[in-house]
């Protein structure tokens, strides 16, 4: 059975950096491209982020091209976004997803930005 | 604002047959596979087609959906209460190399 687990969200101020992790079971972690989308609180599906398999392409959405870096290490079957520069319209549940269309989904972790 | 267009509110009743749109342009859908996700609140998307009619294992043959040109609808026959969710399309776009989401149908079962 495909499990993946997203951890690290929290309360950051605007300007903060947060990390998340997905921690990914039940298939070839290393043979999936990896994603992330987002939530924001009323509004709907926001594709965030892919890595590919192999870690050597990666694609952003342009509202946070520049800030976030998503990244993946086959060897602990996880997947990371790094966020940086964090602003009030960040503030949404995050998940993590097989394969760029979403194959599986995590149950989400929230991130709010908030003074 | 997406580029995907659905329209934000669909409805039926249990039995019935509803369909969702799902418009977009040559750079998406009209190039590349279409999605279908299912949301219900509190809870995980799920995928219910994937390459434009596939079904996954466990998702009900109620579901289905087609593909045409830069268009896209999904179709729930025997509409039960338990459909009651919000439904997402999905493209890759070419032109922007990212996953577009459309904006999202909140189903209702009357």
Same mark, same amino acid.
């Given at each position: 059975?495909?499990?993946?687990?997203?951890?690290?969200?929290?309360?950051?101020?605007?300007?903060?950096?947060?990390?998340?992790?997905? @921690?990914? %079971? =039940? /298939?070839? /972690?290393?043979?999936? @491209?990896?994603?992330?989308?987002?939530?924001?609180?009323?509004? =709907?599906?926001?594709?965030? %982020?892919?890595? %590919? @398999?192999?870690?050597?392409?990666?694609?952003? @959405?342009?509202?946070?091209?520049?800030? /976030?870096?998503?990244?993946?290490?086959?060897?602990?079957? !996880?997947?990371?976004?790094?966020?940086?520069?964090?602003?009030?319209?960040? !503030?949404?549940?995050?998940?993590? =997803?097989?394969?760029?269309? /979403?194959?599986?989904?995590?149950? =989400? !972790?929230?991130? !709010?930005? %908030?003074? | 604002?997406?580029?995907?267009?659905?329209? &934000?509110?669909?409805?039926?009743?249990?039995?019935?047959?509803?369909?969702?749109?799902?418009?977009?342009?040559?750079?998406?859908?009209?190039?590349?596979? *279409?999605? #279908?996700? $299912?949301?219900? &609140?509190?809870?995980? &998307?799920?995928?219910?087609?994937?390459?434009?009619? $596939?079904?996954?294992?466990?998702?009900?043959?109620?579901?289905?959906?087609?593909?045409?040109?830069?268009?896209?609808?999904?179709?729930?026959?025997?509409?039960?209460?338990?459909?009651?969710?919000?439904?997402?399309?999905?493209? #890759?776009?070419?032109?922007?190399?990212?996953? *577009?989401?459309?904006?999202?149908?909140?189903?209702?079962? *009357?």
């Amino acid at each position: 059975e495909v499990q993946l687990l997203e951890s690290g969200g929290g309360l950051v101020p605007p300007g903060g950096s947060l990390r998340l992790s997905c @921690a990914a %079971s =039940g /298939f070839i /972690f290393s043979s999936s @491209a990896m994603s992330w989308v987002r939530q924001a609180p009323g509004k =709907g599906l926001e594709w965030v %982020s892919s890595i %590919s @398999a192999t870690g050597g392409r990666t694609f952003y @959405a342009d509202s946070v091209k520049g800030r /976030f870096t998503i990244s993946r290490d086959s060897s602990k079957n !996880t997947l990371y976004l790094q966020m940086n520069s964090l602003r009030g319209d960040d !503030t949404a549940v995050y998940y993590c =997803g097989q394969e760029i269309w /979403f194959e599986n989904w995590g149950q =989400g !972790t929230l991130v !709010t930005v %908030s003074s | 604002q997406s580029v995907l267009t659905q329209p &934000p509110s669909a409805s039926g009743t249990p039995g019935q047959r509803v369909t969702i749109s799902c418009s977009g342009s040559s750079s998406n859908i009209g190039s590349n596979y *279409l999605y #279908w996700y $299912q949301h219900l &609140p509190g809870t995980a &998307p799920k995928l219910l087609i994937y390459r434009n009619d $596939q079904r996954p294992s466990g998702v009900p043959d109620r579901f289905s959906g087609s593909k045409s040109g830069t268009s896209a609808s999904l179709a729930i026959s025997g509409l039960r209460s338990e459909d009651e969710a919000d439904y997402y399309c999905a493209a #890759w776009d070419d032109s922007l190399s990212g996953l *577009l989401f459309g904006g999202g149908t909140k189903l209702d079962v *009357l």
